[in-house]
């Protein structure tokens, strides 16, 4: 069993930025592919980032350039740094870990066995 404990997220103006934090106890995650899913009121649960067991890294499309996904295996930790942030971004985020190394393709929610409970971003002036 892990256990994920996301933080770093708050209320900011757009074009500022936010680094999400995700720490992981119970289980190591370095050799796992991470995830970060958002969810907006009203709207089904997104991918927005994943990084592999290997450090490769996959972002939806309309975040791609301004965010970047990361980890720590030290720390058993995963960052995701958010620049340039528009309202649109503004959502409940979610950091997930997968259940193989590297994942081929669409990355669904359904497949990710593990979730924390979410740190709300907010994007407004």
């Known amino acids: 069993q892990v256990q994920l404990v996301e933080s770093g997220g708050g209320l900011v103006q757009p074009g500022g930025s936010l680094r999400l934090s995700c720490a992981a106890s119970?289980?190591?995650?370095?050799?796992?592919?991470m995830g970060w899913f958002r969810q907006a009121p009203g709207k089904e649960r997104e991918f927005v980032a994943a990084?592999?067991?290997?450090?490769?890294?996959l972002y939806t499309a309309s975040v791609k350039g301004r965010f970047t996904i990361s980890r720590d295996n030290a720390k058993n930790t995963v960052l995701l740094q958010m620049n340039s942030l528009k309202p649109e971004d503004t959502a409940l985020y979610y950091c997930?870990?997968?259940?193989?190394?590297?994942?081929?393709?669409?990355?669904?929610?359904?497949?990710?066995?593990?979730w924390g409970q979410g740190t709300q971003v907010t994007v407004s002036s």
């Open positions: 119970g289980r190591t995650i370095s050799t796992t592919s």
């Open positions: 990084i592999s067991g290997a450090g490769i890294t």
């Open positions: 997930a870990r997968d259940s193989v190394a590297l994942r081929i393709g669409e990355h669904r929610p359904a497949d990710y066995p593990y």
